[in-house]
């Protein structure tokens, strides 16, 4: 099993490695309680195919890397006031250390610089990496992602809902069933939704790994981490903006905030486009990815 502990943060990454190792690194990074397999592999063949090595890799707290056990996340509506009236609340782990996973993934393997990809959690981490480790980034691409601004408008009450919405039973088809009104909340309504296949994809990642209690903590790290543009404003890598013009969880705004806050970023927008990476955008979301790296 391809797993390294980070050399800076000791955590034990699950990480795949596709292509040739002498070939420039893109390094993909996931959102909010979400496995690397959220990565399609139709994605990961793309980019290889056109001479990239690819890696993709569980962030600390959800599937197969490692889980922080017995940590306690602060209860939302706690955080969420403290964070109002300017009192942070205690978080077991912050978006930054998370960068430094990812960076640490990179120190373990050997790997001096790679383009960074990040959806939507993984946006706010590539972010932050662009913030703390700018010269280990060769590019970034941003993809559904946001500022953490708070005056930006707010995830569609159904989006937030079916996302954070508690498991009602740990057994296979009410996992399964829990997944699938995920997806179908937060899809992209400009693509079909095929339920057959969408079953297929959640059920292999039910079997993968199912960890609930990593998804509190690691929205913990998002609230504490607040608003990046005063950070994101000195950073210089090379930055892409990639955003679905009907994504109901983090909203057009949200990615037009992030390119007006990184000089000289490149914002692209896609209609019909949701929260997630349907088959029909594979295609064009590798070809703006292989664009910018090879300008960056």
Request: aromatic share 4%; charged share 20%; proline share 7%.
């Amino acid at each position: 099993m391809p797993t390294v502990t980070t050399p800076n943060t000791g955590i034990e990454i699950f990480y795949e490695d596709h292509g040739d190792p002498a070939h420039e690194t893109i390094l993909l990074v996931m959102g909010l309680g979400a496995q690397l397999t959220l990565w399609p592999d139709e994605l990961v063949e793309a980019l290889t195919g056109e001479g990239f090595r690819v890696i993709r890799y569980d962030n600390r707290d959800i599937g197969l890397s490692q889980k922080m056990e017995g940590a306690r996340a602060p209860s939302l509506p706690i955080q969420l006031l403290r964070k109002k009236i300017g009192f942070p609340a205690k978080v077991p782990y912050t978006l930054t250390d998370m960068a430094h996973d990812g960076i640490g993934l990179l120190d373990a393997l050997g790997i001096g610089q790679a383009h960074v990809v990040g959806a939507s959690m993984g946006g706010m981490i590539v972010q932050l990496m662009a913030v703390h480790h700018p010269d280990r980034l060769m590019s970034m691409t941003s993809i559904m992602s946001t500022t953490g601004n708070g005056k930006l408008p707010q995830a569609e009450k159904h989006a937030m809902e079916a996302l954070i919405a508690p498991l009602k039973s740990m057994d296979e088809e009410s996992l399964v069933a829990h997944g699938l009104n995920i997806a179908k909340n937060i899809g992209s309504p400009g693509f079909p939704f095929d339920p057959e296949q969408q079953r297929e994809k959640v059920l292999r990642n039910v079997r993968r790994s199912v960890y609930p209690a990593g998804l509190p903590r690691q929205l913990a790290a998002i609230i504490d981490d607040g608003c990046r543009r005063s950070r994101l404003a000195n950073v210089r890598t090379p930055t892409l903006v990639l955003h679905g013009e009907a994504d109901p969880l983090v909203k057009l705004e949200a990615g037009e905030d992030t390119a007006r806050h990184i000089s000289g970023a490149r914002l692209v927008t896609i209609p019909g486009w949701g929260h997630d990476i349907p088959p029909e955008l594979v295609g064009r979301v590798a070809e703006e990815i292989v664009v910018h790296a090879r300008q960056g």
